[in-house]
């Protein structure tokens, strides 16, 4: 049978605070995995936002090849604007309240409706390449988001607590 060390207020005070420093870690590597991931997505949308666009300057008409970089370049500013408005929302010790990050939202989403109207009135894009540049970000970055949920899924998150009791106590 064990017993605690003869210092109870010690040994308590001793795990409290190993539990606290630990709680800390794992919050901190939250954090950590949380970063590594969004620049992992934002990385990848570059790549795939360069290698679309080249492709289709490559292969496709100028007016299509046109569609695809707007197209993918809307989709990636408007993915790093939701970003930076999400970490500043979310960001203590200036909370955003809700109402204000979805104005932002729809500001966001009214200027690319608007902005993809100009293009395609004007006839400055091919539409189908528009909308190919429009959609392959989106995938990628869906599809990312997915692999990443389903990793996160397979963590272990099983909870252990090892502790002594005092001798005579069943």
């Known amino acids: 049978v064990l017993s605690p060390p003869i210092a109870t207020s010690d040994w308590l ?9 630990t709680a ?3 919050k901190k590597l939250r954090m950590d995995i949380q ?6 997505v ?3 949308n ?4 360069t290698s679309a666009s080249l492709a289709g300057l490559i ?3 100028p007016a299509f090849a046109r569609g695809i970089f707007f197209g993918g370049l809307l989709v990636t500013l408007n993915f790093h604007l939701l970003s930076k408005t999400l970490r500043k929302a979310l960001t203590p010790p200036h909370l955003a309240s809700p109402n204000a990050v979805l104005a932002k939202y729809y500001i966001r989403f009214i200027a690319s409706g608007f902005i993809i109207f100009i293009l395609i009135a004007g006839r400055l894009v091919n ?4 909308v190919l540049g429009l959609s392959s970000l989106r995938n990628q970055v869906v599809q990312e988001l997915t692999d990443v949920g389903q990793a996160i899924g397979m963590v272990s998150q099983g909870y252990e607590y090892v502790g002594t009791r005092k001798a005579g106590v069943a």
């Not at 570059?46 to 936002?49: E, N, P, Y």
């Not at 539409?127 to 528009?130: A, M, S």
Request: aromatic share 16%; hydrophobic share 55%; no cysteine.
């Open 59 to 61: 292969l496709a008409p």
């Open 46 to 49: 570059w790549i795939l936002f």
């Open 35 to 40: 970063q590594r991931i969004l620049s992992f």
């Open 127 to 130: 539409p189908v390449g528009l």
């Open 13 to 21: 005070s001793k795990k409290v605070a190993i539990f606290e420093a």
């Open 42 to 44: 934002t990385r990848s």
């Open 24 to 26: 800390w870690k794992r």
